[in-house]
Nanobody, 111 residues
Framework: VQLQASGGGLVQAGESLRLSCTASGRTFSSNFMGWFRQAPGKEREFVASISWSGSTAYEDSVKGRFTISRDNAKNTVYLQMNSLKPEDTAVYYC??????WGKGTLVTVSS
């Protein structure tokens, strides 16, 4: 499975971004799709996940601001990020079943 993430960029605090992650290489049948992030000097941390059936989970600091979704027909998972804060600045990685990882996309939020 290859995962290609996109959608990162530089925004100001309070603005929004939508990340996309498209899977290729085999049937997009992973039960768990998720997003993790790693800020400079910090360990990689969980952000959000979604199951095949659509059940979601979020890290506490992003609840109410981020929304994860998936389009199984397009083999794509999304992360809609609203009300971004400077502390959201990180490289965001998508994962399938925590076994396959994309290369990451950089999100920078200026204050």
């Amino acid at each position: 499975v290859q995962l290609q993430a996109s959608g990162g960029g530089l925004v100001q605090a309070g603005e929004s971004l939508r990340l996309s992650c498209t899977a290729s290489g085999r049937t997009f049948s992973s039960n768990f799709m998720g997003w993790f992030r790693q800020a400079p000097g910090k360990e990689r941390e969980f952000v959000a996940s979604i199951s095949w059936s659509g059940s979601t989970a979020y890290e506490d600091s992003v609840k109410g601001r981020f929304t994860i979704s998936r389009d199984n027909a397009k083999n794509t998972v999304y992360l809609q990020m609203n009300s971004l804060k400077p502390e959201d600045t990180a490289v965001y990685y998508c994962t399938a079943d925590a076994s396959y990882w994309g290369k990451g996309t950089l999100v920078t939020v200026s204050s």
